[in-house]
T-cell receptor, first 115, second 111 residues
Framework: DAGVTQSPTHLIKTRGQQVTLRCSPKSGHDTVSWYQQALGQGPQFIFQ???????QRGNFPDRFSGHQFPNYSSELNVNALLLGDSALYLC??????????????FGPGTRLTVL | GQQVMQIPQYQHVQEGEDFTTYCNSSTTLSNIQWYKQRPGGHPVFLIQ?????EVKKQKRLTFQFGEAKKNSSLHITATQTTDVGTYFCAVFKAAGNKLTFGGGTRVLVKP
């Protein structure tokens, strides 16, 4: 039973560039949420995708966008990168139905460094 | 939105000793979840509490939800080096399947 996977594990970009991060949810899960975790802080909710649509969004600018594919995998895109975008980006998957819809499983994360 | 504050921010514990970390809110919480993140790792779900005064145990870990559902605690007995990491509390909001995390308590264990 594969858990949540993310790629790449590490990424270095320069200011102004664009980046795409990828996530494959846990087998049987249909909902993907993205979180940003700055160093020394708790994860902050970016947005969530379900049925290929953005269902909920946190307090992040439009530079952050995403997509969900028919196989439930998801991408997070960040445009016009700023130094402050340097963080660990976590993907979490969950199931929209069943007994534990409130349990989210986190992937290993992508460490993004913006220079 | 619901905000949760965690104290202490850092906890240095001698191996074998007990410690407690706290999660506080100014508003009534519908639930509280606890996660553990090892250094260099990702958050791993530990438990969820939903009932007023609820107490749950996982081996040396005891989780409690306050009677007023405004605070929660995690107590670890006989701390081991494997307990090193950051412990986060988080509130799950059903409308949107969204987790709001506290700032975490970073635990260091002195052997």
């Amino acid at each position: 039973d594969a858990g949540v996977t993310q790629s790449p594990t590490h990424l270095i970009k320069t200011r102004g560039q664009q980046v795409t991060l990828r996530c494959s949810p846990k087998s049987g899960h249909d909902t993907v949420s993205w979180y940003q975790q700055a160093l020394g802080q708790g994860p902050q909710f970016i947005f969530q995708y379900y049925e290929e649509e953005e269902r909920q969004r946190g307090n992040f600018p439009d530079r952050f966008s995403g997509h969900q594919f028919p196989n439930y995998s998801s991408e997070l895109n960040v445009n016009a990168l700023l130094l402050g975008d340097s963080a660990l980006y976590l993907c979490a998957s969950s199931n929209s139905s069943g007994a534990s819809t409130d349990t989210q499983y986190f992937g290993p994360g992508t460490r993004l460094t913006v220079l | 939105g619901q905000q949760v504050m965690q104290i202490p921010q850092y906890q240095h514990v001698q191996e074998g000793e007990d410690f407690t970390t706290y999660c506080n809110s100014s508003t009534t919480l519908s639930n509280i979840q606890w996660y553990k993140q090892r250094p260099g790792g990702h958050p791993v779900f530990l438990i969820q509490l939903v009932k007023s005064g609820e107490v749950k145990k996982q081996k040396r870990l005891t989780f409690q939800f306050g009677e007023a559902k405004k605070n929660s605690s995690l107590h670890i007995t006989a701390t081991q080096t494997t307990d090193v990491g950051t412990y986060f509390c988080a509130v799950f909001k059903a409308a949107g399947n969204k987790l709001t995390f506290g700032g975490g308590t970073r635990v260091l264990v002195k052997p």
